[in-house]
């Protein structure tokens, strides 16, 4: 329910100066898979690179060498993986669909496609926004390199039910990492817990043509899919200042920090995936959770990733209406240490606006860019 990264932390962090001496090569000599600094050793610095990277801090480029579970998205079972092989410990992990009841692996990749070469220090551009005060401020984010941009949604046409509505009502643990977020007694989008203070969602859901959105309501939802009627009390917001400039969807993700402490509740990992497309990702669930229109529960749409060119958007099946603005599209998987199995949720990318096309849906894919912006952001207060 605690991201890995934080009972780690204090391991990790003791590793973080050997790690960074770390020589990263793309020798031809073959690693253990959890060798992820590929220094020939097994040992916590492996874990430190992948924590490093999961927040942000290390421009590695050719990530697919952090993925050491082999599940085509870096995320915090990779840590994990690196610490069972550490203990001796044996370590499973497979993709999982509710809607069938069945696990899946991930298919074996050895091509890596993911394109990282980018460098706009534009779209490392931010603007906060301060409930209390109604004050904005602007700060930029390091390592300067952007998303790739190679298709825009800014001018898709509308897209939500594709065929039939498939969606059926959410259950399980991860309800209890959602949030319903509304204005003026309007629900109007979604947005999932990635740390004891911070929520990601839709920069369209804080911000819009009328400016910053000064009254939002945040509320929580109950594992078996009901709102709870709790409220959280926002402190900022955050979005990325190339979507105010220039409204464009590439951008269209936001933060916003509360003051109450979400440790108690489900956080999704934020998981940086590579070859996102529908040949290698043909067998994993992909789901998309939110309140169905016009009804207060939870309803999951599941599906599967679509189309070949993933690298700034992620395209998915899944079905989506009115209100899964600032959904995660996230995968679920089921993981086993010595035996002792755990879920974990990974959000892949951030549900964009509903518009309505035959073939898919869309939203902006998780990067290390975002993880840095929501888990490693000194700028954010709570």
């Given amino acids: 329910m605690i991201n890995l990264k934080k009972v780690l932390s204090g391991v ?3 590793a973080v100066l050997a790690a960074n001496s770390a020589i990263m090569t793309s020798a031809a000599t073959t690693y253990d898979p959890c060798d992820a600094n590929h220094d020939g050793v097994v040992n916590v610095r492996d874990a430190s690179v992948i924590s490093q990277f999961l927040n942000g801090n290390l421009c590695e480029p050719d990530y697919s060498r952090l993925d050491t579970n082999k599940s085509l998205t870096v995320d ?12 001796e410990n044996t370590y499973s992990s497979r993709y999982y669909s509710r809607e069938v009841n069945d696990t899946y692996d991930a298919p074996s990749v050895s091509t890596y496609t993911y394109d990282d070469s980018a460098n706009d220090l534009s779209s490392r551009k931010y603007i906060k926004y301060k409930y209390s005060t109604h004050v904005t401020s602007n700060y930029t984010l390091y390592p300067s390199q952007n998303i790739i941009l190679n298709t825009s949604l800014k001018n898709a ?19 209890t990492g959602l949030v319903r977020i509304g204005t003026n007694g309007t629900n109007m989008g979604t947005g999932f817990v990635v740390g004891d203070h911070v929520i990601a969602t839709s920069a369209h859901n804080v911000y819009d043509d009328n400016g910053w959105k000064s009254s939002i309501s945040v509320k929580l939802y109950s594992a078996n899919g009901n709102p709870t009627g709790s409220t959280l009390t926002p402190v900022e917001a955050h979005v990325s200042a190339k979507y105010i400039t220039d409204e464009d969807n590439d951008f269209d993700y936001a933060l916003i920090t509360v003051s109450q402490n979400l440790s108690g509740y489900t956080h999704f990992a934020l998981g940086n995936s590579y070859n996102v497309n529908s040949n290698d990702y043909a067998n994993i669930p992909i789901y998309v959770t939110s309140a169905k229109q016009f009804s207060g529960k939870l309803y999951t749409g599941e599906d599967r990733i679509w189309g070949s060119n993933n690298t700034s958007n992620l395209n998915y099946k899944c079905d989506t209406t ?15 240490v010595n035996g002792i199995m755990k879920y974990t949720y990974t959000a892949l990318g951030i549900n964009g606006e509903n518009t309505n096309v035959s073939t898919h849906n869309s939203g902006v894919l998780v990067t290390k860019y975002l993880n840095q912006f929501y888990l490693n952001n000194s700028n954010i207060n709570y």
């Fill in 12 to 14: 990790v962090a003791a």
């Fill in 76 to 87: 915090d079972q990779d840590i994990q993986c690196v610490m069972a092989k550490i203990a």
């Fill in 157 to 175: 046409p509308l897209r939500s039910i594709i065929g039939v509505d498939d969606r059926y009502l959410a259950s399980g643990t991860e309800n």
């Fill in 322 to 336: 009115s209100g899964n603005s600032g959904s995660p599209v996230y995968t679920v998987t089921k993981n086993y």
